[in-house]
């Protein structure tokens, strides 16, 4: 009785554990979303609950501009990147060179972002040199221009970070799939893109919501390679790294960055709540099903 | 054999299954075969060719704004008979130590999760750690100044209670910190790995070395480690490479002298010296392929991918 009364304990101070580590790895977080809702800031022996200083930074016109730069960067990469992952994916399943693949896909994961960062940084500027010599050479101006850097540095930045983690997420839900069913698909006639649409989609498009939402979140967050490889326009997360660096924070910094952690939080949470109320329909359904098997 | 245009299939839903323009283009020996490799040709272009490019550029000379073609180790030499290298030494001893703390606070909760937790719930609460990894990194290492600083929560926490009576101030902008910042940015990172390499150990081994009589620390060095050793392998390089370039943790929380190679290829940018900066970004390359081939050939890293190949 005593062992298990003591193993009780333990599996209980061990549940305490993981709980107080994440709460610990999310202080930081909290902490800046307390500072962001008080009206007199960090520091302040006063606390009142305000949510002024979010009001402020959707009135300043330079804030949303880069907001709006951020959101379309975010778009932009959901669009490229999760189709490029979910192919990638299927490519995996079917090639003889898994290990080769893989290595080249997740590799990216390993190399720090200020690494990758520059090395893309000089890579397109060599490019971007070549290819306007190119197009003096040839008379060809459509030639130059191409890789100047700008949005589409930036996205082509954001792809290789993102595309590890679409890739690994879509992976893992395809895992579930048979792929006898779309063979049985088509043996009944469907081509390849029909028998993944109405077939095997609907069975994985949990992972590629999922994994869209994380290149969202992703992106938001992301600092080094966008402002590496962005040229002129400023994102979200540059502004709010410049005024940490540079002009020092503010009331306003810390809402920015309670509106950055938000997003995640929000998603996240969102991500977490609709699959533990998808698993307990499903439950539902199944002990129904069963329920109706045995009477009936 | 006479093809219909339209088949009917399943349901009834109508599908075309006749080698159309359409069907031809994007059929199975058209587009669509070469659609497949577009990733890998992404890849290629956009990551291998430009990290392996690193090392040419970085034999390049330096030129006012820009480098040009040419062959000289003056990076190199710039880079390890300055206190950069020292600099880089430093930094790999933070890193090694924070790769250390994050294998002791987070792999017990991979073991406890897949031994303990019920099966269908193990991903959802590893689904926890994914808050705190996807909250963005710079308001995670940011907001550390503030928590770790003289007036800040800790320390104020700390003097609420009566443990202390002056605020820490060893901690903001010296090693400590940088190590404190690496923990807290990458320890999600070993309770990910260290899950998906428990799956290589059976639950019933728990049973078996319980039954037998087996120690727990003995259970822990002798089995768990061991099999489980390709992913806490590759999620400690993670963690160690990481701490060496990613720039935001020194430059935010470290001193003077915490510099590591990430700071060392953006400040080198910013003093436009292209090939210093390739120079580090092809040392770290190497640092990180070197340590991959060590651990493959150990442990064989693709035991890691077999749950989800």
């Known amino acids: ?296 | 054999m006479i093809r219909t245009n339209k088949t009917q299939v399943g349901g009834g839903r109508t599908i075309l299954a006749s080698p159309t323009f359409f069907g031809r283009l994007f059929g199975d020996n058209g587009l669509q075969k070469y659609l497949f490799y577009l990733p890998a040709i992404f890849m290629v272009v956009f990551f291998l060719i430009p990290t392996l490019l690193t090392i040419v550029w970085s034999f390049f000379e330096r030129t006012l704004f820009w480098m040009e073609p040419g062959f000289t180790f003056f990076s190199y030499i710039n880079f390890f008979t300055s206190a950069r290298f020292d600099n880089f030494l430093s930094s790999m001893f933070h890193s090694g130590i924070s790769v250390i703390i994050c294998f002791i606070l987070g792999f017990p909760i991979a073991v406890f999760v897949r031994r303990h937790v019920p099966q269908v719930a193990q991903h959802r609460v590893i689904l926890l750690f994914i808050l705190p990894f996807m909250v963005s990194e710079i308001i995670r290492t940011f907001m550390l100044r503030p928590v770790l600083g003289r007036n800040g929560l800790v320390n104020t926490f700390l003097q609420k209670l009566g443990i202390i009576s002056e605020p820490i101030t060893s901690i903001l902008f010296t090693p400590l910190g940088v190590i404190i910042g690496e923990v807290m940015s990458f320890l999600p990172f070993i309770v990910f790995a260290g899950f998906l390499a428990m799956e290589a150990v059976p639950k019933y081994i728990f049973e078996v070395c319980q039954d037998l009589g087996a120690s727990r620390w003995r259970v822990f060095v002798d089995i768990i480690v061991p099999l489980a050793a390709p992913g806490i392998f590759a999620g400690g390089v993670f963690i160690f490479v990481n701490g060496l370039g990613v720039a935001l943790i020194p430059n935010i929380l470290g001193g003077p002298g915490a510099v590591n190679a990430g700071l060392i290829a953006t400040q080198a940018i910013s003093a436009l010296d292209f090939p210093l900066a390739m120079a580090v970004s092809a040392i770290m390359m190497i640092t990180l392929l070197g340590l991959l081939f060590v651990g493959h050939r150990l442990f064989n890293l693709t035991r890691i991918l077999e749950p989800i190949a």
């Not at chain 1, 930081?28 to 007199?40: A, D, E």
């Not at chain 1, 992703?218 to 002009?247: A, C, H, P, W």
Request: hydrophobic fraction near 55%; glycine fraction near 6%; proline fraction near 2%.
């Open chain 1, 1 to 296: 009785m005593t062992d298990e009364f003591s193993s009780v304990w333990s599996y209980r101070l061990k549940w305490l554990y993981l709980l107080l580590l994440v709460a610990t790895l999310m202080v930081p977080v909290f902490y800046n979303l307390y500072i962001s809702f008080n009206k007199f800031g960090f520091g302040a022996y006063n606390y009142e609950f305000t949510l002024q200083w979010y009001s402020v930074v959707f009135q300043d016109q330079l804030l949303l501009s880069a907001f709006g730069w951020t959101m379309l960067l975010a778009l932009c990469t959901v669009m490229t990147a999760v189709p490029l992952g979910l192919v990638a994916a299927k490519f995996f399943k079917t090639t003889r060179f898994k290990v080769w693949f893989v290595a080249l896909l997740l590799l990216p994961l390993f190399v720090p972002a200020d690494i990758v960062a520059a090395s893309l940084l000089v890579f397109f500027k060599n490019l971007s040199f070549s290819l306007s010599w190119l197009a003096d050479m040839t008379g060809l101006s459509w030639l130059g221009g191409w890789f100047d850097l700008g949005f589409m540095t930036a996205l082509i930045g954001l792809i290789i970070y993102t595309i590890p983690y679409i890739f690994i997420v879509i992976l893992i839900t395809m895992g579930r799939y048979h792929p006898q069913q779309t063979e049985a698909a088509r043996s009944c006639g469907a081509t390849a893109w029909q028998a993944f649409r109405d077939v095997e989609f609907p069975q994985i498009r949990a992972g590629i919501f999922s994994a869209a939402a994380f290149t969202i979140i992703l992106t938001f967050n992301e600092y080094t390679r966008t402002s590496m490889l962005k040229g002129g326009f400023d994102t979200f997360t540059s502004v709010l790294i410049s005024q940490m660096l540079n002009t020092g924070m503010s009331e306003q910094s810390y809402a920015m960055g309670g509106i950055v952690s938000l997003v995640a939080i929000l998603t996240i949470g969102g991500i977490i709540a609709f699959t533990m109320l998808r698993v307990q329909s499903l439950e539902r359904t199944q002990r129904l099903k069963v329920n109706a098997d045995m009477s009936g």
